[in-house]
């Protein structure tokens, strides 16, 4: 079962900030946070991932609590071209041979309207 | 850079048959993995490949297997085709098996079963 819990839908106004939350209240130490998200007849597309720290990249920025048990994935002026479905997904990060396997739950819906 | 390469994009088969199904990883990376997805049980991990070792096996029956080759290309079989393969079969790679490597995903290939 997926590590992670993510409202079913969310709307955003285009050209405003999307902000995404998840939650991952028995996330383990050595456990990183991923964002993917995936658009209709494509495969999932890597957005983001981070450990503890706050990580911002080119797509998006992920903010996660100090205590790490959440999340938030931030688009910063959301377009029509954001809609899709956003999935976070908590990953091993060594030590087992379980890196490699993401579990991927139902994700949340963005609809990005104009 | 070339994204994953998964072919073919489409497929029909019949009940009974059996298919393979490709994947060239991005240039540089691997290890590759693959995943499932249908509507009722959304993304599901198959297996993943490094260096030409099954290094995990998610839980599907033993009619699907995979293999990856010395240039990192990958290939996963289904024998014995039954409806309920009827999917989206995803492949993923990553340059290597740390979690804070992400996986890029390709655009898949759909798999109906007549």
């Known amino acids: 079962d997926a590590k992670t819990t993510q409202p079913p839908s969310m709307d955003c106004a285009e050209g405003r900030a999307a902000n995404l939350p998840c939650n991952h209240s028995?996330?383990?130490?050595?456990?990183?946070v991923y964002w993917y998200r995936q658009i209709h007849s494509q495969g999932p597309q890597y957005i983001i991932h981070?450990?503890?720290n706050n990580e911002t990249n080119e797509m998006a920025s992920l903010i996660i609590t100090e205590d790490r048990k959440s999340s938030t994935l931030i688009l910063p002026h959301a377009t029509l071209r954001d809609t899709a479905v956003y999935y976070c997904?908590?990953?091993?990060?060594?030590?087992?041979?379980?890196?490699?396997?993401?579990?991927f739950g139902q994700g949340t819906t963005l609809q990005v309207k104009p | 850079k070339a994204g994953v390469t998964q072919t073919p994009r489409y497929l029909i088969k019949t009940r009974g048959q059996q298919v393979t199904l490709s994947c060239s990883p991005i240039?540089?990376?691997?290890?590759v993995s693959w995943y499932q997805q249908t509507p009722g049980q959304g993304l599901q991990f198959l297996f993943e490949y490094f260096s030409e070792t099954q290094r995990n096996k998610g839980n599907f029956p033993g009619r699907f297997s995979g293999r990856q080759f010395s240039n990192s290309r990958s290939e996963m079989n289904v024998s014995t085709l039954e409806l309920g393969d009827s999917a989206l079969y995803l492949c993923?790679?990553?340059?290597?098996?740390?979690?804070?490597?992400?996986?890029?995903f390709g655009d898949g290939t759909r798999l109906s079963i007549l």
């Open positions: 981070g450990l503890k």
């Open positions: 240039s540089g990376h691997r290890s």
């Open positions: 028995t996330i383990s130490g050595n456990e990183y």
């Open positions: 997904i908590v990953r091993v990060a060594n030590g087992s041979g379980n890196t490699g396997k993401l579990i």
């Open positions: 993923a790679s990553s340059y290597g098996t740390a979690g804070n490597q992400p996986q890029h």
